[in-house]
């Protein structure tokens, strides 16, 4: 399900090439809870907008193909992941301040984003990583 450079896009035009990865209904979403740390896949699942969990699971794959997160295990018996953002991820987080922003002003009785995530940078959301790199290999389930 990864995109290849030019071949799956409908145009070159950088915003249409990020909203054929992007432009999804779960996808922005998923990457708003990983910047507000949410990290298992049933930290996802809680979230108000109750993603189906096969699109979830389909989401997080093309979210880590593209390398907008990556993964590490948590558990071993059953295997079980934790997800974090990459710095190509977190690099979205003033698309996600706009958007925000762009809502709260125009959909009616939308509710505020926490303080915090006004003014975070890219680099506080991976700072929490860092010590931590993924030990997980690309592709293991």
């Known amino acids: ?6 071949g799956s896009f409908r145009s070159l035009c950088p ?3 990020s909203l054929d990865l992007l432009g999804d209904r779960w996808s922005l979403l998923i990457v708003r809870d990983l910047m507000a740390r949410k990290t ?5 699942q809680g979230s108000p907008e109750r993603i189906p969990t096969n699109i979830l699971a389909q989401r ?11 993964r590490r295990p948590y558990q071993q018996r059953p295997l079980r992941y934790e997800y974090f953002l990459t710095a190509k991820g977190a690099d979205l987080l003033p698309v996600l301040q706009q958007l925000a922003l762009w809502g709260q002003k125009y959909v009616p009785d939308s509710w505020t984003p926490p303080a915090w995530f006004a003014t975070a940078t890219a680099a506080d959301l991976l700072a929490r990583d860092a010590a931590t790199p993924p030990t997980g290999e690309p592709g293991d389930e």
């Not at 298992?40 to 996802?44: A, E, I, P, S």
């Open 40 to 44: 298992r896949y049933k930290d996802f």
């Open 15 to 17: 915003l249409a090439a």
């Open 60 to 70: 997080l794959k093309l979210l880590e193909e593209n390398g907008l997160i990556a």
């Open 1 to 6: 399900m990864k995109l290849p450079p030019h």
